[in-house]
């Protein structure tokens, strides 16, 4: 299984970036995929997940400004940001295994696949 993404770059404060990660070589009937981020130095922690129940969850500190969504024709996972916030400036990865329960879909070590990450810098 490979996960790649894309679309990270650089914005200013209030602009939008959509990041996109396209999976090969899954398989399985169901997935759970989810998006985390990371500071240099600083725990990883999640933004937000999705799975083939359909059901998403957010991070408190981007509800309501990012959005994420999955195309499985294009077998492809999506986070969409707007309102970009200079806290928001991480290197973005993208995560995905067969299922992850509800409660434990904000954690890490419960996804078993993991792309190379894609960076978002954000000015003021």
């Known amino acids: 299984v490979q996960l790649v993404e894309s679309g990270g770059g650089s914005v200013q404060a209030g602009g939008s970036l959509r990041l996109s990660c396209a999976t090969s070589?899954?398989?399985?009937?169901?997935?759970?995929m989810a998006w985390f981020r990371q500071s240099r130095g600083k725990e990883r922690e999640v933004v937000a997940s999705i799975c083939s129940d359909g059901t998403t969850t957010y991070a408190d500190s981007v509800q309501g400004r990012f959005t994420i969504s999955r195309d499985d024709a294009k077998n492809s996972l999506y986070l969409q940001m707007d309102s970009l916030k200079p806290e928001d400036t991480r290197k973005y990865y993208c995560?995905?295994?067969?299922?992850?329960?509800?409660?434990?879909?904000?954690?890490?070590?419960?996804?078993?696949?993991w792309g190379q990450g894609t960076q978002v810098a954000v000015s003021s």
């Open positions: 070589g899954y398989t399985y009937k169901t997935i759970c």
């Open positions: 995560a995905a295994d067969i299922w992850v329960i509800p409660g434990a879909r904000h954690r890490d070590w419960e996804y078993k696949f």
